[in-house]
């Protein structure tokens, strides 16, 4: 089997070239999508559990997705598919549980933010990534790279990666310490519906193979 790769010490990978597309060159403006939970009311957070997330803790993070349904697919993905795997069905969700999550919606981001893209096969090579190892099973390695492609030279302000679930895109972005304009204040986040009994759940529940219900 193939070994996951390790990141270069940072003065090696500091030397690296990558590509940096800024956001309005690149046709990432926008829409883009987060699901989130509603006791929080700031959108960026340094999760450990999260893939892309730096691992020092010390870039809180904002993961969007390119459709309502993307999101949906990051944040339950994996308890539907595991649902599916053990003859399930429906996967219930109570009310309760459902009530901790909406959707939200940037209509369009900053057009100067730089994008680390790791949907390009240039940037991979150049950065020394590989798809295996971005989707490896243990996120220390991919949360590895995040840090070094945050503190990289260019000043990336994310990286744009595809959804291991649907394969469409998503993006991570990060607060960097010490900036005078904090992003989390430059963008704008408009409600964009209530997860409960949401027909993005329902639509990608019956795509995974399940069906799926909101308990009241």
């Known amino acids: 089997m193939r070994s996951w790769r390790q990141p270069p010490p940072a003065e090696e990978f500091d030397r690296r070239e990558i590509p940096v597309p800024v956001v309005g060159e690149a046709g990432l403006a926008g829409p883009w999508f987060r699901l989130y939970r509603v006791a929080f009311a700031n959108q960026f957070h340094a999760s450990t559990g999260s893939r892309l997330t730096p691992a020092s803790g010390e870039f809180p993070c904002c993961?969007?997705?390119a459709s309502v349904e993307t999101t949906v697919a990051e944040v339950w993905g994996d308890r539907?598919?595991?649902?599916?795997?053990?003859?399930?069905?429906?996967?219930?969700?109570?009310?309760?549980?459902?009530?901790?999550?909406?959707?939200?919606?940037?209509?369009?981001?900053?057009?100067?933010?730089?994008?680390?893209?790791?949907?390009d096969?240039?940037?991979?090579?150049?950065?020394?990534?590989d798809a295996a190892t971005l989707y490896a099973t243990d996120l220390s390695l991919p949360r590895m790279w995040a840090e070094r492609i945050a503190r990289h030279p260019a000043g990336f302000d994310g990286i744009r990666y595809l959804s291991r679930h649907n394969h469409q895109p998503c993006l991570v972005l990060w607060e960097r310490p010490g900036r005078p304009d904090p992003l989390s204040n430059r963008l704008v986040f408009e409600p964009a519906g209530e997860f409960l009994d949401s027909e993005a759940a329902h639509r990608l529940a019956g795509k995974i193979g399940i069906r799926l219900a909101f308990s009241w």
């Not at 795997?85 to 549980?97: A, E, F, K, L, S």
């Not at 096969?121 to 990534?129: D, I």
């Open 121 to 129: 096969a240039e940037t991979l090579l150049r950065a020394g990534l």
């Open 63 to 65: 993961y969007l997705g």
């Open 80 to 119: 539907l598919a595991a649902h599916r795997d053990q003859g399930g069905n429906p996967y219930v969700i109570t009310t309760g549980q459902a009530r901790e999550w909406a959707f939200l919606r940037v209509a369009r981001l900053p057009d100067d933010l730089k994008m680390c893209d790791l949907t």
